[in-house]
Structure formats: C-alpha cells, structure tokens
C-alpha cells in the first residue's frame, strides 16, 4: 500500500500526477485526508 509512503517530495518518482489523484481521491474516501 502506498499508505506508508506519503511524502510529497517523492510523488513524482512513484506516481505520474493522474495517478496521485486517484490515490488522494481514494484516501479522501476511506478518511486518511480531509
């Protein structure tokens, strides 16, 4: 899970910028983001 990885700084070496929506949108969902 990429739960554990949240830095910011390392996004962009992970996800592509689509992809690190769907994540905070999923996140938003489950409550871990406001």
Known sequence: E???NM???D???VFS???EE???ER???LGYLD
Do not use: S
């Open 2 to 4: 990429v739960i554990a």
């Open 7 to 9: 830095d910011e700084d």
């Open 11 to 13: 996004d962009d070496e």
């Open 17 to 19: 910028k689509e992809d």
């Open 22 to 24: 769907k994540v905070k």
């Open 27 to 29: 996140l938003r969902a």
